[in-house]
């Protein structure tokens, strides 16, 4: 698996963002949803949709997903009990907006992980750490809000932790 988006070339125009989010949440961590609006040869407006990616999970839904697609070149995903979106791999070359080159390391079945090359670092750090100086003074003033931030940064390091392990588990512990 090479690509960190998928495509679903035909949404009715009556669905949303949220809907689809709430569906491909199970198989990884969605960076974003684009939509763009079509219409076909009856004047029928509908969606063409374009999910991309922060990583893929290592889970059985989106073994299913990835399986299907690597052997049939495409996965039917049936979102209520007779209703089924077509969805794909991305091969567009627009599939990255940030015009940044993105690497996606395969760390298994499904799960990846995003890296972006062609960063300055240490602009980046000096950047990040004047923006999270500016994050942290204005949580300081609501607990609610510090915590929920708290949380879900420790979540992002049990992730980054599994995600080392994995590496060394079966990278670096199998040379």
């Not at 949803?33 to 374009?50: G, H, R």
């Not at 989106?62 to 697609?69: E, L, P, R, W």
């Not at 999270?132 to 879900?152: F, G």
Request: proline fraction near 2%.
């Amino acid at each position: 698996m090479n690509y960190s988006s998928l495509f679903i070339p035909r949404v009715f125009s009556n669905i949303s963002k949220e809907f689809v989010a709430k569906h491909f949440s199970t198989i990884g961590h969605i960076e974003r949803i684009d939509f763009v609006n079509k219409t076909n040869e009856s004047n029928e407006s509908y969606n063409s949709v374009y999910i991309h990616f922060n990583c893929f999970y290592d889970n059985e839904d989106a073994y299913i997903v990835f399986d299907d697609i690597q052997k049939h070149g495409k996965h039917e995903y049936f979102y209520d009990d007779k209703w089924y979106w077509i969805v794909l791999p991305n091969t567009s070359k627009y599939s990255n907006t940030t015009g940044k080159p993105r690497q996606l390391i395969d760390l298994g079945k499904d799960n990846c992980i995003n890296t972006k090359n062609n960063i300055d670092q240490d602009q980046y750090d000096d950047e990040d750490e004047l923006m999270m100086q500016e994050i942290e003074e204005a949580m300081c003033n609501d607990d609610e809000i510090y915590t929920r931030y708290l949380s879900e940064m420790e979540q992002e390091i049990n992730m980054l932790r599994y995600q080392v392990q994995y590496l060394i588990h079966t990278k670096i512990g199998s040379v």
